[in-house]
């Protein structure tokens, strides 16, 4: 099984990863598997491709990673960007190399199709080491 | 040349711990952050250590980091980790748990 490597990382509420994405995610809630609680999901796109997606709750930031041995992740993107209707201005990075999609405004991305559609199944010097505590509560 | 008054070459980096706030204690008197393999989606293919990128946001739970450990190479910005096999990462538990010393 190929290990996955990040394409792009966009912000978006929960709210609109439940509407954008109608899939079951997982929740990760061991801090030793993810920097934050996160939700995280493997999804087929109706092509065919495999996506491996990735909820931050605090950060709100989704990150989506394809398989590494993909040969082309532009194809694969302008195929996941037809069935997720991602707005292109939500996109905070994307792996160099690899190129949106064309001609799609920011925000008229395909309708999704929903759960019963076909898309997507499933300091001096510095500490080196500064936590912040719970705050107590009187 | 002015002299870095930087802990490490890398970092800062972040852990948000509000599920287990003891990790903040058991990193500190450890000098380790742990990573584990994720279980329920192949990206996990290799136990890394998962870190946010940046200074721990005020009002948040979790701790801060530098490190001489250098993040794998073609990860997202904001999201730095040290997958097993990588030079100076740790390995705990082969293909499960791993481990990069805080300096």
Do not use: C
Request: aromatic share 8%.
């Amino acid at each position: 099984m190929d290990p996955a490597v990040p394409v792009i990382t966009a912000r978006l509420s929960e709210a609109e990863l439940a509407k954008w994405l109608p899939i079951r995610f997982d929740a990760i809630d061991d801090p030793l598997q993810a920097p934050e609680p996160s939700l995280g999901a493997l999804a087929q796109l109706d092509a065919g491709g495999y996506v491996v997606l990735t909820y931050g709750k605090d950060s709100g930031q989704l990150i989506v990673e394809f398989p590494v041995n993909t040969r082309n992740r532009t194809a694969l993107l302008a195929q996941f960007f037809r069935e997720v209707p991602l707005p292109l201005s939500r996109i905070l990075w994307h792996q160099k190399g690899t190129r949106l999609p064309q001609g799609k405004t920011e925000d008229s991305a395909v309708v999704a199709k929903g759960q019963n559609g076909k898309s997507i199944v499933q300091r001096v010097k510095r500490s080196a080491l500064r936590a912040q505590a719970p705050t107590k509560r009187k | 040349m002015a002299e870095s008054n930087r802990p490490a070459r890398f970092g800062p980096f972040h852990r948000r711990t509000h599920m287990d706030p003891s990790e903040n204690e058991k990193v500190a008197s450890s000098g380790h952050v742990w990573g584990r393999q994720r279980r329920n989606i192949f990206a996990g293919y290799r136990p890394a250590v998962k870190a946010w990128a940046g200074p721990l946001p005020e009002e948040i739970v979790g701790y801060e980091f530098f490190t001489d450990v250098a993040p794998d190479p073609g990860q997202a910005p904001d999201w730095p980790q040290w997958s097993e096999g990588r030079s100076g990462v740790i390995v705990l538990e082969p293909g499960e748990l791993v481990a990069i010393l805080l300096s």
